[in-house]
């Protein structure tokens, strides 16, 4: 059974940082991508960062040069270091598996506050 589990989430500042990590309870060579989406009420999940083919990275446009997505193939963890964060930032984010489906994880809240 593949689980992802993330942690990391929390509450800052405009301009603060925070790390989020995903484990994954399989060897994440199993995953074709990883990424992190980003979900606030009233709107569809959509993508922050992707990682594919073990090195190419995807940023949505308002994170690019904030947010870096980056892995540790011997924890089966991936991670996403967010920096100058903003408000807009504030959301549920879900860690992302894609093997023949897509697992999720049961996301970690981010709260960003001016």
């Known amino acids: 059974q593949v689980q992802l589990v993330e942690s990391g989430g929390g509450s800052v500042q405009l301009g603060g940082s925070l790390r989020l990590s995903c484990v994954a309870s399989?060897?994440?060579?199993?995953?074709?991508?990883m990424g992190w989406y980003r979900q606030v009420p009233g709107k569809q999940r959509e993508l922050v960062a992707r990682l594919s083919g073990g090195s190419r990275t995807n940023y949505a446009d308002s994170v690019q040069g904030r947010f870096t997505i980056s892995r540790d193939t011997a924890k089966n963890t991936v991670y996403l270091q967010m920096n100058n964060l903003k408000p807009e930032d504030t959301g549920v984010y879900y860690c992302s598996g894609i093997t023949t489906r897509n697992y999720w994880g049961q996301g970690t809240q981010v709260t960003v506050s001016s």
């Open positions: 399989v060897s994440i060579f199993n995953f074709n991508a």
